[in-house]
């Protein structure tokens, strides 16, 4: 099984009881979802993914506790129709790793990888929605360099946004990557397209808008002592979680249990790189 990000803090932070109602809300390959399982008794976690291949892994993974998980295919955004449909009651906890799972960063043909050549895809849902070839061949140069400014926090937005109206259309990851990188020459140790690709994959699956609505509707699935964990990679989702975190501590609502975020202990970026640029917030509801 792949490694999960932060699984001895997630646990500790969740809290995880035998009797408990848990949403893994990102089951991505199911490392986390199998490790809330293992402690339970009669409780059950709910293993939710947008990506139908990704939870069809996570099932084959957490086979072994599949008797306390119930497998759903959905959105943030459907969150509350997902508990519904799952039990109706309140949950005891729920995490969220909002980090792209290995699967879909080293399959070609789902299109998020700059280092193999695929189909300009990028979708988590594969059944619904815009490409990221829709988005790069169909958007005015202004829109485009603001989206890749913006999302992917990238200084040389407009020269890059220049270079792919001129090169259009752009056939595939291989192609996108190339033109970026002729556009805007590597200077460090990132690929120069990273945060174009990076802005491309949050537009094409409205990651701001999923998370903003995982934020406001999580709190009001989650009982009294009910505790909400999120693990983010990015600086601009670090921010949301924090801001509403706040929010809610001020309303009383919940306490903040992480007065500063965590982050992965050394031993675990050298067992495992991807961790290392990501940040656990947690909170208890009052």
């Not at 790069?136 to 140069?141: D, F, G, K, L, P």
């Not at 989702?237 to 992965?264: N, Y």
Request: net charge neutral; proline share 3%.
């Amino acid at each position: 099984m792949h490694q999960s990000v932060m699984a001895r803090e997630s646990l500790e932070y969740l809290a995880v009881r035998p009797d408990g109602k848990y949403v893994d809300a990102t089951a991505g390959l199911g490392g986390h979802t199998a490790l809330i399982a293992q402690k339970l008794t009669t409780g059950f976690v709910i293993a939710n993914d947008r990506d139908a291949q990704s939870l069809e892994l996570a099932r084959t993974n957490t086979e072994e506790w599949a008797d306390c998980i119930r497998y759903h295919q959905g959105a943030f955004s459907e969150l509350a129709e997902t508990v519904k449909w799952a039990d109706g009651g309140k949950l005891d906890g729920l995490l969220a790793d909002l980090g792209v799972s290995r699967y879909q960063l080293t399959t070609p043909e789902r299109g998020f990888s700059i280092l193999a050549d695929g189909p300009l895809d990028m979708r988590m849902d594969q059944s619904t929605g815009m490409t990221a070839a829709d988005l790069v061949n169909h958007t005015a140069e202004k829109e485009l360099a603001d989206l890749i400014f913006q999302l992917g926090e990238e200084r040389r937005a407009r020269r890059i946004a220049r270079a792919l109206v001129r090169a259009r259309p752009i056939r595939s990851t291989r192609h996108l990557a190339d033109v970026v990188e002729r556009a805007v020459p590597r200077t460090g140790r990132l690929h120069p397209a990273t945060r174009t690709f990076m802005a491309l994959r949050m537009a094409v699956n409205d990651e701001s808008g999923e998370l903003e609505q995982l934020l406001k509707t999580a709190p009001d699935l989650l009982q009294p002592g009910g505790r909400m964990v999120v693990i983010s990679f990015m600086s601009t989702d670090d921010r949301m979680v924090k801001r509403r975190f706040r929010e809610l501590a001020e309303q009383d609502r919940a306490k903040i249990l992480t007065k500063r975020p965590l982050q992965p202990t050394d031993e675990e970026i050298a067992r495992n790189a991807a961790s290392r640029s990501a940040k656990l917030r947690a909170i208890e509801m009052s």
